[in-house]
């Protein structure tokens, strides 16, 4: 049996034990969404946002692509971050990214010529790994560079969306977290909590909007 054929045999058993289960989850599936959270993850095959949060469909408003990047320059990426926040009105915005990643990886190794779409998307990483030069290069192996500049992304995504327009200027603005995913025990670390005083820039941006609403 090809590998779509049985897919499609897997979608029709998960239907039917799904229903069999719950006899309004597909009826509550069809009256539409409304997701509390936004996932930016990576596209990596093996950090499916739903399995590894132990979510449901409807649960998650999901964006990944290599690297779990938040490019402002991006449609793509600007779309879902708009359509999230102004219309779903999420309540929490979570970028995910993990350990062994094969983009953050790319970024410190001389670029490929077969990848040109690839080097364009990861640029931004290669310019933060050039700005954390000096803490990277601590470490002797490739993997451990590339495992600390993984969390060095996560951290500068959080700090990007905690910027943008579209995130602060709600009136109740969602909270940015920054998390990451441990390849070798399935665990989620907390990098950047949006409930945690450290977090400057959104404090700043809450105080601002709370001001603006007493003025
Ligand atoms: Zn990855």
């Known amino acids: 049996m090809n590998r779509p054929k049985r897919m499609l045999l897997e979608n029709i058993a998960w239907a039917r034990e799904t229903a069999h289960a719950d006899a309004q989850f597909f009826p509550r599936l069809a009256q539409g969404q409304s997701p509390k959270v936004l996932w930016i993850g990576c596209a990596d095959s093996r950090v499916p946002a739903e399995t590894v949060t ?49 983009g953050v990886r790319a970024s410190l190794l001389p670029q490929s010529s077969d990848l040109p779409h690839v080097n364009r998307r990861i640029a931004p990483l290669c310019a933060l790994g050039e700005q954390h030069r000096k803490e990277l290069d601590a470490f002797s192996e490739l993997d ?26 709600r009136d109740e603005l969602p909270l940015v ?11 989620i670390k907390v990098l950047a909590s949006g409930y945690a005083e450290d977090s400057e820039t959104h404090d700043a941006a809450r105080a601002s909007v709370t001001s603006l609403r007493a003025a």
């Open 54 to 102: 132990n979510a449901n469909p409807g649960d998650l408003f999901v964006h990944r692509n290599i690297a779990n990047l938040f490019s402002p320059g991006d449609d793509n990426t600007m779309s879902v971050l708009e359509y999230a926040v102004r219309v779903l009105k999420v309540d929490h915005v979570i970028v995910c990214g993990h350990y062994g990643c094969g």
């Open 144 to 169: 451990a560079r590339a495992n600390r500049l993984a969390e060095l992304n996560v951290l500068e995504q959080v700090r990007l969306l905690r910027q943008h327009a579209i995130v602060r200027d």
């Open 177 to 187: 977290h920054g998390w990451i995913f441990g390849l070798h025990d399935g665990l």
